[in-house]
């Protein structure tokens, strides 16, 4: 049957040559599959190990991370684990097996041990500050490994730096005795700066507003000096934070930072970074409440320290000094645990926010202790110090929170850190600060010329934390042809453990003739105490003592100069009182602050007099913040008590724009020079706007208008001594108007001001321009 079923099909036939083919090629692949299972199947048994070529490693190190049993039959596989180990260990540069029958050699060449570390091309960053990145140093063994991660910890801090395209290269140089020097190569590359910072869903303040929000900066003229128009990837995380906390103290609840794009040119010199933010809608106060759950507590009484009134935008700073004011008058009165919650009511449709107050009991938790660490120069009292808790007060979160942003204030630290973790039990816990110091000194040197005083040289010296005491040293020293000026200052802010700020003053001035009719000398000595009259308010006290000469008047100059020289040298007392209000820094609006400063001086002795000085200021942003408006009020009094004043006590008028520092008030017109001679009375009102001018926002620079109206009037004697001087000391105002140029420049910021008098009198002094330093908040 088999045959029948074949017996239709071709006959299959083979030509010689293609079969022994087919054969020769059946025999290579059976061949190819032996052969590794036959290496597989190799076995070894080594009765002895050696190791050659170790120098300061000891062989049974070798023999730990080879772990080859001695006499057992081991695989081929197993063996070369076993190289792989020692190969891995990363002390060896080179590793050879050499199996020789029942004995098995291990060859090793260690690596070198690194004889010095140097880094070339480096410019921007010094060799000490690259020291402390790299891992790698002088007597210890080499590593390609930590070499390689040695060069990425350089690129990553010229990354840093802001130079991404910085490429370091390790290379070593064989020295004797198996020693190498290890040689980063550095390329610096060129800063890559952030050229434009833009944002997208921002409706309500414009890109120029919330620039001025960021830690980062855009580019601008002096790209080379400022370092925050750099791009660091760690800072955008701060830069979101910044601007939440922006829109959440005007209003905008629900603002979001939905993503920070940061893109690189393709030639790697420029970053483009984009905030994209969603604003939402601005909420105010609706109904404000206080409930009570503490019997002790009466609601009502609590009620009435609310400051917050319905209608006004919604602010957590507003929240949090309510919280902190009811819970202070609950210590007041001896309600230990309370806590007061602000519980939150939405009212999407009116868009306001109900906050009801409540007074609870809050858990019963001590502060067992406060552990500081990280000062190394600061001492550990002047950090408690602004600690308002004690070990062994009851823990209030709230407070903790706000003793960390008073230590933060201080200015001695690049970061504070404060946490609190569960102390020895439950009830307790334990204050965790954490800083990390920074310098807090500085010494100036300068040179300056001006036709008023000649040539003149400026040395000072400040240091806000000597000696680690939290106490203000400083000492400036100004000296010319003409004038010379010193003056050491000394503050203790905490004096007696207390909130009580104690300031020492010493000064002398002098000045010659040379550019004036007259020579001065002035010097004295003044002890001060300042502590808190309120939550924005400070009353300080002064006494003190300071002599004053007038000599070296010209004769030709008025009479009333002359009559003032004979009275010789003067020797006085002085009691004075300092009152200030200031909500600039910690005001409760963002967008306003008022600064109001009252000071009487009482002297006695040689000369009897009363001399009082005001100031007001008050600022307020508009237009979504993109101008501001500033007015202030200055003025000041001298009243005699006894004898006469003198013209190195009164005012000039200085402060107003448009003329000369001595360049209003009563004067001698009868003399050459028409001396001016000061007035014991003097007001000045200014009025100005800042807002910008249009041009690219990192510039820096704005414009601004100003109007300037005062006066200096009021003299003792108009006389002289017995002479006919023609001295007119009625209050005639002045005013002038101008603009003004402010650049914010990496020195500071500077002010420009071009100005006009508006109403003067004839023989006024005027000035059309100056330059000065801007006071801005």
Not at 334 to 355: C, H, K, W, Y
Request: hydrophobic share 40%; aromatic share 10%; net charge negative.
């Amino acid at each position: 049957m088999a045959e029948a079923a074949f017996a239709g099909a071709p006959a299959l036939r083979m030509r010689p040559w293609l079969l022994r083919a087919v054969l020769a090629g059946l025999i290579a692949v059976a061949c190819a599959v032996a052969m590794p299972r036959a290496a597989l199947a190799q076995t070894y048994s080594f009765s002895t190990v050696a190791v050659e070529g170790t120098q300061r490693i000891e062989p049974g190190t070798v023999l730990s991370y080879a772990e080859i049993p001695r006499g057992q039959a081991i695989s081929a596989g197993e063996l070369n684990d076993a190289y792989q180990r020692v190969l891995g260990s990363g002390l060896f540069e080179q590793v050879e097996f050499v199996p020789q029958g029942g004995r098995l050699v291990i060859r090793v060449t260690e690596f070198p041990t690194i004889n010095v570390v140097d880094f070339e091309g480096n410019r921007r960053i010094d060799d000490e500050a690259l020291s402390a990145v790299v891992r790698s140093q002088s007597r210890r063994v080499y590593s390609p490994t930590v070499a390689e991660q040695d060069a990425a910890a350089i690129t990553e801090a010229y990354s840093q730096a802001g130079r991404f395209a910085a490429t370091v290269t390790p290379r070593i140089i064989r020295r004797s005795e198996n020693r190498v020097d290890l040689v980063f190569e550095i390329v610096e590359g060129r800063v890559v700066e952030n050229e434009r910072i833009s944002f997208v869903g921002n409706r309500n303040f414009s890109d120029r507003r919330l620039r001025q929000v960021l830690e980062t900066k855009q580019a601008g003229l002096f790209r080379q000096l400022v370092q925050r128009d750099t791009f660091v990837a760690d800072r955008i995380e701060f830069d979101k934070q910044l601007l939440r906390d922006f829109y959440l103290s005007r209003g905008y609840v629900d603002f979001e930072v939905l993503s920070v794009n940061s893109e690189i040119t393709r030639r790697r010199d420029a970053f483009f970074i984009t905030f994209n933010v969603r604003e939402g809608q601005q909420f105010r106060f609706g109904e404000i409440t206080t409930v009570s759950e503490i019997p002790e507590a009466d609601a009502a009484e609590y009620e009435r320290e609310i400051r917050i009134r319905s209608g006004g935008v919604y602010s957590p700073t507003l929240v949090d000094n309510t919280i902190a004011r009811l819970e202070t008058l609950a210590l007041r009165q001896g309600l230990d645990f309370v806590r007061v919650e602000p519980r939150v009511s939405r009212n999407d449709r009116a868009q306001t926010l109900d906050i009801e107050f409540a007074i609870v009991r809050g858990p019963r938790i001590f502060v067992e202790r406060i552990d500081i660490e990280g000062n190394v120069t600061t001492l550990d009292r002047v950090v408690r110090q602004r600690f308002r808790t004690v070990e062994g007060d009851p823990f209030n979160p709230r407070e903790i929170r706000e003793s960390a942003e008073r230590i933060r204030a201080l200015g001695y630290f690049s970061s504070a850190e404060v946490s609190a973790r569960e102390g020895s039990s439950p009830e307790q816990v334990v204050v965790d600060v954490d800083v990390e110091e920074q310098p807090t000194g500085s010494l100036g040197f300068g040179l300056s010329y001006s036709v008023s005083s000649g040539a003149a040289f400026a040395v000072n010296f400040s240091e806000s934390n000597f000696l680690g005491r939290g106490q203000t040293l400083a000492f400036a020293l100004d000296t010319g042809t003409t004038n010379s000026n010193s003056r050491l200052t000394f503050i203790e802010p905490y004096f007696l453990g207390r909130d009580l700020r104690f300031s020492s003053n010493i000064f002398y001035r002098e000045s010659s003739n040379d550019f004036s009719d007259y020579s001065t000398r002035t010097g004295g000595l003044s002890l001060g105490l300042e502590f808190p009259a309120g939550e924005n308010s400070r009353l300080g006290f002064t006494v003190g003592a300071r002599f004053d000469s007038l000599f070296d008047v010209d004769p030709a100059s008025s009479p009333i100069l002359i009559a003032e020289e004979d009275i010789g040298d003067r020797y006085m007392g002085l009691f004075g009182v300092t009152y200030s209000y200031d909500t600039r820094a910690g005001g409760l609006d963002p967008t306003r602050g008022v600064l109001l400063r009252f000071s009487n001086e009482l002297y006695g002795g040689d000369a009897s007099y009363l001399k009082s000085t005001i100031q007001a200021v008050a600022e307020a942003k508009v237009r979504n913040e993109e101008v501001t408006l500033r007015a202030s009020f200055e003025g000041g009094a001298i009243s005699v008590i006894d004898g006469q004043s003198r013209v190195t006590d009164r005012f000039f008028g200085s402060e107003m724009r448009g003329f000369e520092p001595r360049g209003i008030g009563p004067r001698d017109l009868d003399t050459a020079g028409e001396d001016p001679l000061g007035g014991n009375y003097f007001a000045v009102a200014k009025f100005e706007a800042e807002f910008p001018l249009g041009l690219p926002e990192e510039y820096g620079i704005t414009g601004g208008l100003f109007l300037d109206v005062g006066t200096v009037w009021g003299l003792d004697d108009t006389d002289g001594a017995g002479g006919a001087g023609s001295v007119d000391d009625s209050l005639h105002l002045r005013a002038a108007a101008g603009f003004s140029v402010f650049w914010t420049t990496p020195l500071g910021p500077l002010r420009f001001n071009f100005s006009t008098p508006i109403e003067k009198l004839d023989y006024d002094k005027e000035q059309n321009f100056d330059l000065s330093v801007s006071t801005r908040f």
